[in-house]
């Protein structure tokens, strides 16, 4: 299947992977892990994106973002895997690739599903067995979102917002969001859609996106076009 072009629309969040070649490591230390936190905290700041939730895996980085700024992911991560790379290299005196292709992202209607994309994000390490709870995992904004410890490098959605007057209220409410088990079907259909790069909303939210994008993001059905049938005579 041909490739999708990449959606680069201001102000609509995207859900971002980006995993290693061959899904090997790209972190090996907490001082990794740190070094990569503080860059994406200078990206996202140099080209106007705010950060809502992510969770950096010992293979892997998800996030969910908002540009503010046309084309302000695609930059975003351009710069912070050169800088990266550039970090893993000299420490570890390696060379060649370090991700497994460029980035995949697909865009969020974020009425539907943002929240459900921050559950899916954070909830990654404990899908993977590396942790029994999400709140054991360090290296996520899970605990952001419950109240246990505030990030410097997150810029709340008004939907996260939304959920109480304080942070406090906030982090009460969301944690309820965690009391049930995330629906499997779920699950496929977040993986599919970040895999496709396609759009995670329905018809309508897909459509407008198409109309200001001025291009296609659903993939064209298989199969020969049907023929037309001819018109009977009387």
């Known amino acids: 299947m041909a490739r999708l072009p990449r959606i680069n629309?201001?102000?609509?969040?995207?859900?971002i992977i980006q995993v290693g070649h061959?899904?090997?490591?790209?972190f090996f230390d907490d001082e990794d892990y740190e070094f990569y936190l503080a860059s994406?905290?200078?990206?996202a700041e140099q080209y106007d994106v705010?950060?809502?939730?992510?969770?950096?895996?010992p293979n892997a980085i998800q996030m969910v973002a908002t540009p503010n700024i046309a084309n302000g992911i695609s930059s975003m991560m351009q710069s912070l895997g050169r800088r990266y790379v550039q970090y893993v290299n000299h420490r570890y005196q390696r060379s060649g690739t370090l991700w497994g292709g460029r980035y995949k992202s697909s865009v969020i209607d974020s009425e539907a599903y943002l929240l459900t994309c921050y559950r899916y994000v954070e909830l990654k390490p404990m899908h993977e067995g590396i942790v029994e709870s999400p709140e054991l995992y360090e290296w996520s904004s899970f605990n952001h979102h419950t109240g246990r410890k505030?990030?410097?490098?997150?810029e709340d959605h008004?939907?996260?917002?939304?959920?109480g007057d304080t942070y406090e209220e906030r982090a009460n409410e969301y944690s309820k969001l965690f009391r049930y088990e995330f629906d499997r079907g779920l699950l496929?259909?977040?993986?599919?859609?970040?895999?496709?790069?396609?759009?995670?909303?329905?018809?309508?939210?897909?459509?407008?996106?198409?109309?200001?994008?001025?291009?296609?993001?659903?993939?064209?059905?298989?199969?020969?076009?049907?023929?037309?049938?001819?018109p009977t005579t009387a």
């Open 22 to 26: 061959n899904n090997l490591n790209c």
């Open 9 to 15: 629309i201001a102000n609509i969040p995207q859900h």
């Open 40 to 43: 994406l905290q200078k990206a």
């Open 188 to 230: 496929t259909y977040i993986a599919e859609t970040i895999k496709l790069g396609q759009v995670l909303g329905g018809d309508q939210f897909t459509e407008n996106i198409e109309k200001i994008a001025n291009h296609r993001v659903r993939p064209l059905k298989r199969g020969r076009p049907k023929k037309k049938s001819k």
């Open 150 to 154: 505030k990030s410097k490098i997150l």
């Open 158 to 163: 008004r939907l996260y917002l939304a959920l």
């Open 50 to 57: 705010d950060l809502h939730a992510y969770v950096l895996m």
